[in-house]
């Protein structure tokens, strides 16, 4: 593994709201029309930080490969995100199983971007997290790749009918909804599913002698304790909207960003914090 090159104090960004040490997002799944990037673009653009984490499929280089699909919000995701490396913040981009064409650059860097297939990250407080997208603890994707696909289809139809429904919410003038995770909770096995992914996840970091560990790929953001080990799950930008946050004391909360626009009629998003685990891992 190439050692991070060094990288000048990272500049504060005046109009952002917040400056965490760190921050990680995945499931972007840029090049879907799914993908909600406007809502993601106001949180980068408000919120700055150390390091910043994109945990895996940040590009959906299946859906791209299907057909094309790129708008102006999507490039302008891509941007910000090389304008925050070239401005100092630490960017690391950790490959997923949808953008699994970057795992040929492990090792690499581009744009300031450092390539991983996954890291340890040590928090202010000094605890010890794996990070990695987490889809070699999907038995689905490595034992049944076919049945993946088949299942990305039908997850696609699924937000295609989530965005529909959207629009008529937001005509209403009620918030974001998502059908998908509304359904992903009501099906035994997925729920199984989940749960099952969560403890494999947190054996690793267990068995690597780490505090905890922080993933994507399911999008669903969690974050709890299993068996002595922290399982933080960031979440995705196309149903919950969410990120996983560390203070500048080592403090982990997950923020989820669901509406835009604020009271005080500055342009961007308003988070709102799910609580931090209280006891947290020594």
């Known amino acids: ?107 690499l860097a581009f744009g300031g971007i450092d390539i991983q297939d996954e890291v340890v990250h040590t928090t202010a407080d000094g605890r010890r997290f794996l990070v990695l997208h987490g889809d070699l603890f999907d038995g689905v994707i490595q034992c049944a790749r076919w049945l993946a696909i088949v299942g990305d289809h039908a997850y696609t139809l699924t937000l295609k009918l989530n965005r529909g429904f959207n629009h008529l919410r937001a005509r209403l003038g009620l918030g974001y909804w998502s059908l998908s995770q509304f359904l992903k909770h009501k099906v035994k096995k997925a729920v199984n599913f989940v749960s099952q992914f969560e403890e494999a996840v947190a054996r690793e970091a267990k068995a690597r002698g780490l505090d905890g560990v922080i993933c994507g790929h399911i999008h669903k953001a969690e974050m709890r304790d299993i068996d002595g080990v922290l399982y933080c799950n960031d979440g995705d930008w196309v149903e919950s909207l969410t990120a996983l946050v560390e203070t500048m004391e080592g403090e982990l909360k997950i923020v989820t960003w669901q509406q835009l626009g604020h009271a005080d009629g500055r342009s961007g998003a308003r988070p709102s914090p799910v609580p931090a685990v209280e006891d947290s891992p020594a």
């Open 1 to 107: 593994m190439l050692a991070p090159a060094q990288r000048p104090a990272t500049t504060v960004n005046e109009e952002a709201l917040h400056h965490y040490r760190s921050i990680w997002i995945s499931d972007v799944h840029l090049g879907t029309a799914g993908c909600q990037a406007d809502y993601l673009l106001d949180f980068l653009k408000q919120n700055d930080s150390d390091h910043l984490y994109l945990v895996g499929d940040i590009i959906d280089g299946w859906a791209l490969r299907r057909a094309w699909y790129w708008n102006q919000q999507h490039n302008d995701v891509i941007q910000k995100i090389l304008r925050k490396a070239r401005k100092g913040t630490r960017v690391v981009y950790i490959a997923g199983n949808h953008d699994e064409v970057v795992r040929q650059f492990i090792g």
